[in-house]
C-alpha cells in the first residue's frame, strides 16, 4: 500500500498528470471559443446558426480525412500509423489535436543545427578507423554488419587493438568502476539513465567529490525523468556545489510536447579517455543488488581499454554539449595515442537516437543485420520484448533457416504491463522456432547479443519501441573480443537456470491476452 501511493504521489505522476491537464485547457480553451461564438450566432440568427452548424461538422470531417491521408502517407514507423489513424477517426478534431499535438517528434530547429555542428566536430575528432581492406580481410561476413553501423554515425568507427572485458553482475561493475574511479587523473564523465540515492551512489560519489577537490574534472549527466523520485529535482544544484559539473538531461518543464518522451537511456562512463563502461546499469541500489525487489537482479557491462574507447568519449561529450547548448573542444578529450592491444579483435561502439538527429534506427538494425548473418546460433538478452514488425520477422526468419535463437526475458517482472506485454509476443516467435527463456532467479535487465561465438553486443538497447524510436541509447559491437567468452559462458549459466517457454503456456490469461492486443496497438506511440 505505501508503495503504491508513492507511485500515486511521485513526481512522475504529477509530470503525466500535468501533460495531460495542460493538453486539456488549451483544447477545451479553443473548443470553448468556437463553441461561444458558435451559441451566439445562434441566439441572434437561428438560421445562420444552423448552417453554421452544420458547416462546422462538415469542415470537422474534411479536417479528419485530411488527417487521415496525412498520417497514412506520412514518412514514419509503419506501425504508429495505425494507432494514429484510429485516435484520430475514433475521437474527431480531437483525435486530430492530439495527433498534432504529439505524433511529431521533430527537435527544435535549433537543437538540430547545434547537433548538426556537434557531429562535424565529432567526425573531425574520430581519427582514423580500421582500413576497410583490414576489416573485411579480419572481420570476415561481420564486415558488412560493421560498415552498416559506422555509415550511420561518425562516432560508431571501428576499432582495433581494443581490451574488452565482459561484466556479468552490477556488483562486479561496481568493483571495477570503484578502482578506475580512484585512479583518474584528468577527468571523469558519467551518463546513465537512473541515478538514485542509495549505497551504490554514495561509493561513487565519495569519490567523485574527492577528485574534484583534488582538481580532477568531473562531469555527471543524468535523466530527469528517468531519475523522478530517486533523488530530488534540484539534485544537480547540489552536485554542483561539491565541484561536480552536473546536468540533467531533457528536463521536465510544463509545456504539451512529445519531446518529453526523448530520454537519454544511456550508460557511459568514461575516464580519462583510456577507460570506458557501457551496459545496463543504472547508478541504482537493485542494479547491484543492495536492493532485491524483484528477486535477484541481472544485469551487465563492458569495459573497454584502449582505441575503443575514442567513441564513448565522443557520444558522451556530444549529447553534453547537446543539452548544454555549448559546442566545446571535443578533441582536447582524446589521448595523443592509444595503448595498443593485440589479439583483442575489434570493438565498434556507437550511439542511437531518435529521428531525425539520427537518420537511422541503427540500434534495431545492428541486431537484425547480426540476425541475418549468424548461421549456428543467435543467443539474447532482453529486459523487454515488444518488438515490431522488422523485428519479429527477422528472429523468426532467423530460427526457419536453422539458427539455434534464444532470448532471455525476466521471470518476475518489474513492471506488470510492459511484462504483459513481452508474454505476448511469445506465441507467434515460438511457433517459428525460436526459443524463449525466462530468467527464474528474478529480473533479466541485461541487453545483449551473442552470435556464432563469434560477434555481440553488450549495451543499452532493450528489444521495445522505446529504444528503437525513442531513447538516446549505446552499445559496443564486438567480432573475435575476449569479453564474448564471457558473455558466452554468462549466457549458458543463465539458460541453466531459466524456464523455457511454451506457445501453450503464454496463452494462460485470456483478460490479459485482450488487454495486451490492445496495449499492442498503441505501444509503438508510447
Not at 20 to 46: E, H
Not at 358 to 371: F, Q
Request: aromatic content about 12%; proline content about 4%.
Amino acid at each position: 500500500m505505501k508503495r503504491t501511493l508513492k507511485k500515486i504521489f511521485s513526481r512522475f505522476s504529477f509530470v503525466g498528470l500535468s501533460i495531460v491537464l495542460l493538453f486539456l485547457v488549451n483544447f477545451a480553451i479553443v473548443a470553448g471559443i468556437i463553441v461561444v461564438l458558435y451559441l451566439t450566432i445562434s441566439y441572434y440568427f437561428p438560421t445562420v446558426g444552423m448552417y453554421v452548424g452544420y458547416g462546422l461538422n462538415a469542415l470537422s470531417w474534411v479536417v479528419v480525412v485530411f488527417a487521415v491521408l496525412h498520417a497514412a502517407n506520412r514518412d514514419m514507423v509503419p506501425e504508429t500509423k495505425i494507432p494514429w489513424i484510429l485516435c484520430i477517426v475514433v475521437l474527431n478534431v480531437f483525435g486530430v489535436a492530439i495527433y498534432v499535438t504529439f505524433s511529431s517528434r521533430r527537435p527544435r530547429r535549433r537543437m538540430r543545427k547545434l547537433f548538426a555542428a556537434l557531429h562535424a566536430d565529432t567526425e573531425k575528432a574520430s581519427g582514423q578507423p580500421v582500413p576497410a581492406e583490414e576489416a573485411e580481410e579480419k572481420l570476415g561476413r561481420w564486415a558488412s554488419v560493421s560498415r552498416a553501423l559506422g555509415a550511420g554515425d561518425s562516432a560508431a568507427y571501428l576499432r582495433g587493438g581494443t581490451k574488452t572485458e565482459y561484466l556479468p553482475s552490477g556488483e562486479e561493475f561496481l568493483q571495477r568502476l570503484l578502482a578506475d574511479l580512484e585512479g583518474a587523473e584528468r577527468y571523469i564523465f558519467l551518463e546513465t539513465f537512473v541515478l538514485a540515492k542509495g549505497k551504490l551512489w554514495t561509493s561513487i560519489l565519495d569519490i567523485l567529490t574527492r577528485k574534484a577537490q583534488e582538481g580532477v574534472e568531473v562531469r555527471v549527466m543524468y535523466d530527469d525523468i528517468g531519475s523522478m523520485g530517486r533523488v530530488h529535482f534540484r539534485y544537480q544544484k547540489t552536485l554542483q556545489k561539491a565541484g561536480i559539473a552536473c546536468v540533467k538531461f531533457n528536463p521536465f518543464v510544463p509545456v504539451v510536447s512529445s519531446l518529453h518522451n526523448n530520454r537519454d537511456h544511456r550508460k557511459i562512463a568514461v575516464i580519462d579517455g583510456k577507460v570506458a563502461y557501457t551496459g545496463g546499469i543504472n547508478l541504482a541500489d537493485e542494479y547491484a543488488n543492495f536492493e532485491s525487489p524483484f528477486g535477484y537482479w541481472r544485469d551487465s557491462a563492458v569495459r573497454l581499454e584502449g582505441e575503443g574507447v575514442r567513441n564513448l568519449t565522443l557520444l558522451f561529450l556530444r549529447l553534453y554539449a547537446l543539452q548544454t547548448r555549448r559546442e566545446e573542444d571535443i578533441a582536447s578529450y582524446l589521448p595523443e595515442t592509444y595503448e595498443q592491444f593485440e589479439g583483442e579483435g575489434y570493438v565498434q561502439p556507437y550511439g542511437d537516437g531518435p529521428f531525425p538527429l539520427y537518420g537511422k534506427h541503427l540500434g534495431e538494425d545492428l541486431y537484425i543485420n547480426i540476425l541475418n548473418t549468424a548461421r549456428r546460433y543467435v543467443w539474447i538478452s532482453t529486459p523487454y520484448l515488444i518488438v515490431d514488425y522488422r523485428m519479429r520477422e527477422a528472429l523468426c526468419l532467423a530460427a526457419q533457416r536453422g539458427v539455434d535463437v534464444r532470448i532471455l526475458t525476466p521471470h518476475i517482472p518489474d513492471k506488470k504491463l510492459p511484462f504483459a506485454l513481452t508474454r505476448s509476443n511469445y506465441s507467434a516467435l515460438i511457433a517459428s522456432g525460436v526459443k524463449v527463456y525466462e530468467y527464474t532467479p528474478g529480473f533479466n535487465h541485461a541487453k545483449s547479443f551473442i552470435a556464432d561465438g563469434e560477434a555481440a553486443v553488450v549495451g543499452t538497447v532493450n528489444l521495445d519501441y522505446r529504444s528503437f524510436l525513442f531513447h538516446f541509447e549505446d552499445g559496443v559491437f564486438m567480432v573475435g573480443a575476449k569479453a564474448i567468452e564471457g558473455l558466452k559462458a554468462d549466457m549458458e549459466q543463465c539458460f541453466s537456470v531459466s524456464e523455457q517457454q511454451t506457445a501453450e503456456g503464454s496463452k494462460k490469461n485470456v483478460i490479459w491476452r485482450f488487454i495486451c492486443e490492445i496495449a499492442k496497438i498503441f505501444a509503438p506511440l508510447f
